[in-house]
Every structure is written in structure tokens, then in C-alpha cells.
């Protein structure tokens, strides 16, 4: 999809990707020549070609996208960068950084969960985020990604991120995660069903307190949040496509 997004070109909104589109000029070799004709400023062709040209050069990076894609367009990326893409999701004893800490670190890539948990093993965390050049989370602008930053000083996020949060609300959806979950037809096991964000604070501290069981049910679920990112993010991204796909009016090739 990111070769036939146009939207991070100086002089390109939504409107005219569309007729760009609708024109079948589909990719960024296509636009190129396209140029020739358009826009009709000089100026602005040169400005255009120019960000076509690193835009090429930076083809692999995630975080060059990030930086020049409009908030809401981030979600494009996913399909891309799903080889280096890890969902993550923290728990926390308290809903602010102040006086509070991170318990658990949860990152899915799709295939394997990987926990980080407080007093064990957390201090591989900023390693084992290397390895990742997309984040997907929900609501982590806000909550996960600053509370990251205040207990890893040292840690700059050099990854690209999408927040599901702004994707889901684009659709129409509005709650926290697992309020929205049925509604994409995902249920958790009856273990954690009814868990809230408050009981995962009890579990840890009944953890603390050397309830070993404790701290399973916490991961499990932890695990089940990385996990549903997951599968909410590949039914949204399928959502936005076919809307491309609708205001354009033909099949657009994003899956490639």
C-alpha cells in the first residue's frame, strides 16, 4: 500500500489522491510520470518529485513515514511493515506516571507473546523493542508509550506507531478496548472475561504478596490485549481499504 500512497507529498490531500487514483495512477513510478503534466506550478512538481525521490530512498524505514504521514493515515503502514510489527500493551499499578509503575510489559508479533514483568526480567525490554520498526497499541499516545518513557529515561522510540484508538474511532467505534471487542466478534476466555484494569492492579499486588497464580492470570491477561490488537488491526485495515477502494471507485493493489 505505502507505493501507492501519496498523501505524505507536498500539494497532495485526500481529495486529489483520489483523482490521482481515479486516473489510474496507482504508484509512485506512475505519479512520476504523471509530473510531466502536473501540477501545473513549477515549483510544486519539483517539490513533489523531490519527496518521491526520498521517499524511494527511505522505503524500508517505518519511522520516515511516521514523521510525514498525517496522524489519521498511519494505519497504512501496518501491511508494509507486518514483518517487524509487534503489538504491545503494558499494566500498571495506577492510571498516571506519577507515584505509579509498570507491572508487565506485553509485545505479540503475531506469532509469540513476550512478557517483561517488573523485578525479573524488565530490564530486557529496550533490547528485545529493537528488533520492531512498526508499534501498534491503543491509546498508547496517551498512556503506554509515555509511561514507557518515564521508567526507561534513556529509551527513544525510534519505531513508527499506530494507535488503534484514532483507527477504530475513524470507523465509528467508540470505548476502551474491551468494551469495543465483541464488536469485532472477539471474546476472552471466561477466566478473564470480567477482568478490569482495576483487578489487574490486585492481582499484582496479591503477586507481591507471593500469590504465584496471581501472576499468571495477569499475564493471561495481558496476553489476550497484545493478542485482539492484532486481530482488531487486520479487520480495520481491511475496513479502511475497501473505503479507499469505495471513493475511488475500482480495486486498488494494496496488498501486493
Request: glycine share 6%; net charge negative.
Amino acid at each position: 500500500m505505502l507505493e501507492s500512497t501519496f498523501l505524505h507529498l507536498p500539494h497532495v490531500g485526500p481529495k486529489t489522491e483520489i483523482n490521482l487514483w481515479r486516473q489510474s495512477i496507482l504508484t509512485w513510478d506512475q505519479l512520476e510520470l504523471h509530473l510531466r503534466h502536473w501540477p501545473s506550478n513549477r515549483e510544486n512538481r519539483r517539490l513533489i518529485k523531490f519527496r518521491l525521490q526520498e521517499s524511494r530512498e527511505h522505503r524500508n524505514q517505518a519511522s520516515y513515514f511516521h514523521k510525514i504521514l498525517p496522524p489519521s493515515e498511519r494505519w497504512r503502514l501496518y501491511r508494509d511493515f507486518r514483518q517487524t510489527c509487534v503489538f504491545l500493551d503494558i499494566e500498571t499499578t495506577g492510571v498516571t506516571i506519577y507515584g505509579h509503575e509498570i507491572t508487565v510489559i506485553g509485545l505479540y508479533d503475531g506469532q509469540h507473546t513476550y512478557h517483561f514483568i517488573n523485578g525479573q526480567n524488565m530490564d530486557e525490554f529496550e533490547d528485545a523493542l529493537e528488533c520492531y520498526d512498526l508499534l501498534v497499541t491503543f491509546n498508547g499516545g496517551r498512556f503506554d508509550l509515555p509511561f514507557i518513557s518515564s521508567f526507561f529515561p534513556n529509551l527513544q522510540f525510534r519505531q513508527a506507531h499506530i494507535d488503534l484508538l484514532h483507527v477504530v474511532r475513524r470507523l465509528g467505534y467508540r470505548g476502551g478496548l474491551k468494551s469495543i471487542e465483541p464488536l469485532f466478534g472477539i471474546a476472552r476466555s471466561p477466566e478473564i472475561q470480567e477482568m478490569s484494569g482495576y483487578e489487574a492492579v490486585v492481582l499484582w499486588h496479591q503477586y507481591r504478596q507471593g500469590n504465584a497464580d496471581a501472576l499468571e492470570k495477569l499475564l493471561l491477561y495481558n496476553e489476550a490485549d497484545v493478542v485482539n490488537l492484532k486481530i482488531i488491526m487486520d479487520i480495520v485495515w481491511e475496513r479502511l481499504q475497501r473505503e479507499l477502494e469505495f471513493e475511488t471507485g475500482r480495486l486498488l493493489p494494496f496488498d501486493l
